[in-house]
């Protein structure tokens, strides 16, 4: 099962986080969000469009123009920026796939199923912008260390097992 936002909810998270980071320091271009955000530039306007138009950002045109927050980044909610870009988050339809939910029966799973979304509405709601840029914040600035390989040398292994080769081989001469 994948619980995962749809890609319009995705990169709306993607680029207010971008505009959290850089709440007061002046608008954001949408190529500078859409660059640094990994984000189609020629859509980031019309993702962008029903979050200015429910008043989380303000965009102005033109040369000087660009995207910001038209809050404080503490203010906006996770949940408040996917309803705005996905719509409510609700199961509208029978999460057993065509099983019995209708307006006057319910599924088994109905009534656990909603509590779970309420859950996930709820932690939504409390979590922050402002607090998503600081994770993002602190997650940039980790040094970035080489992967490690999980290929172990044959000439390596052949030391481990030949050490232990030659420990058993003692223990069984002092046995002997």
């Known amino acids: 099962m994948e619980i995962a936002l749809e890609r319009r909810g995705d990169y709306s998270v993607r680029a207010v986080i971008d505009l959290a980071r850089h709440f007061g320091k002046g ?3 949408a190529r500078e969000i859409a660059t640094v955000m990994d984000i189609p530039v020629r859509y980031l306007p019309q993702l962008l469009a029903p979050l200015v138009h429910r008043g ?3 965009a102005t045109a033109g040369p000087e123009g660009g995207y910001a927050l038209a ?3 503490a203010s906006i ?3 408040e920026v996917i309803e705005a870009a996905e719509g409510p988050l609700e199961s ?3 999460v057993l796939r065509g099983g ?3 307006w006057d029966e319910t599924c088994p799973l109905h009534e656990t199923w909603g509590r779970a979304r309420d ?3 709820a932690e939504l709601g409390r979590t922050t912008f402002a607090e998503l840029a600081a994770v ?3 997650i940039q600035s980790r040094p970035v260390l080489p992967r490690k390989s999980a290929h172990v040398e044959p000439v390596a292994r052949l030391g481990v097992r030949d050490n232990n080769m030659k420990a058993r081989a003692s223990r069984r001469s002092a046995r002997a």
Do not use: G, S
């Open 100 to 102: 019995p939910c209708d």
């Open 136 to 138: 993002d914040e602190a």
């Open 27 to 29: 608008r954001r271009k």
């Open 71 to 73: 809050r404080d980044p």
């Open 56 to 58: 989380l950002l303000v």
């Open 119 to 121: 859950a996930l509405a």
């Open 92 to 94: 509208p339809r029978c």
């Open 77 to 79: 909610t996770v949940l």
